[in-house]
């Protein structure tokens, strides 16, 4: 569900000991500019990650080749906090509640990810022509990507909007898509955000009203500098990114409430072998507690899953 990131490569990190870095937020306009525009909360600085071992009886679930070769290839969305971000910089191994997932499970099957970021709305694709092994970036469970991907679920996330700070127009909450009509939404592109606002165009007609606008942004930076500045009405994303945003003061966003509800999961091509394997790890980190903590670290404990489910119908 999240917006993309840089193309640079990464190893697997387990350990968060930085700042977040100054909020940033890239300039509409030529060039690539970005705009300073205030500092972020500090990061957490527990790692949870750091204690968890091999097991196993869990790893045996591998297949025997990838259990040899020890490593897998995994695409990561490195978009924006608390799923996954920079830190420092480009420079910077990215940080957040995907990457420390991803490498907790990685150490119970005692394997190496070898870790790339890549645009969010080519990670999926790039699964099923063999790329990638698994793909992590808030991908949301849903009957259309059920279609062609398998999914192991780790949190339970979903669809929310913001507007910016001050702006009591739509309330507290956006329920239905006609409380939109006339507005213009951004929101990422590739996103499970762009296909319910192109889906449901025909809301306002059927009302007998204007119909709303769909801004598609490429870098979330810029999706938030367009809020600010007006240029859109209202944001489209993640329920947990956008209660991290407007907890953070320079955002200057006010969360208008869950829309509707999706499981997040690791993306796998169909027919992936992996699933079974990456299903009993993330059970064993909600069993021994890893898991748990490492919600609490990054402020999402809310969206914890009792267990961890493969391709689980979308909800209703």
Same mark, same amino acid.
């Given at each position: 569900m999240r917006t993309p990131g840089p193309r640079?490569?990464?190893?697997a990190v387990t350990a968060v000991g930085a700042l977040l870095p100054l909020l940033a937020v890239a300039?509409?306009?030529?060039?690539?500019?970005?705009?300073?525009?205030? @500092?972020?909360?500090?990061?957490?600085?527990?790692n949870p990650v750091a204690a968890v071992r091999k097991v196993d009886t869990v790893a045996a679930l591998l297949p025997a080749d990838i259990r040899k070769a020890g490593i897998l290839r995994i695409g990561s969305s490195i978009g924006a906090p608390p799923s996954a971000y920079l830190p420092g910089g480009s420079d910077a191994q990215p940080v957040g509640l995907d990457i420390d997932i991803s490498n907790a499970v990685a150490k119970v099957l005692g394997i190496t990810l070898n870790r790339q970021a890549a645009s969010f709305e080519t990670i999926l694709p790039a699964l099923g022509s063999g790329k990638y092994d698994v793909g992590t970036g808030n991908f949301g469970v849903t009957?259309?990507?059920?279609?062609?991907?398998?999914?192991?679920? =780790?949190?339970d996330d979903g669809q929310g909007f913001a507007v910016r700070a001050g702006n009591t127009s739509l309330?507290? @909450?956006?329920?239905n898509l006609g409380q939109l009509c006339g507005l213009t939404i951004g929101t990422g592109a590739g996103t499970t955000f762009e296909a319910?606002?192109?889906?449901?165009?025909d809301v306002c007609a059927k009302a007998g009203r204007k119909p709303y606008q769909v801004k598609v942004f490429a870098e979330s930076g810029?999706?938030?500098?367009?809020?600010?500045?007006?240029?859109?009405?209202?944001?489209?994303?993640?329920?947990?990114?956008?209660? =991290?945003?407007?907890?953070?003061?320079?955002a200057r966003t006010t969360f208008l409430g869950e829309f509707h509800r999706l499981d997040v999961g690791f993306a796998f091509k169909r027919g992936?072998?992996?699933t079974r394997a990456f299903q009993a790890a993330v059970n064993r980190l909600i069993s021994d507690g890893t898991y748990p903590r490492i919600l609490r670290k990054w402020g999402v404990s809310a969206s914890a899953i009792p267990e961890s489910r493969i391709d689980?119908?979308?909800?209703?």
């Open positions: 640079t490569r990464f190893r300039a509409c306009g030529s060039g690539d500019a970005t705009t300073t525009v205030g @500092q972020s909360s500090p990061a957490p600085t527990d009957s259309e990507r059920l279609r062609s991907i398998d999914f192991v679920t =780790y949190i309330g507290r @909450q956006v329920s319910t606002l192109n889906a449901q165009r810029a999706l938030v500098t367009a809020l600010q500045q007006g240029r859109i009405d209202v944001e489209m994303s993640t329920i947990n990114g956008l209660r =991290y945003q407007a907890a953070q003061p320079a992936s072998p992996l689980p119908p979308e909800h209703k």
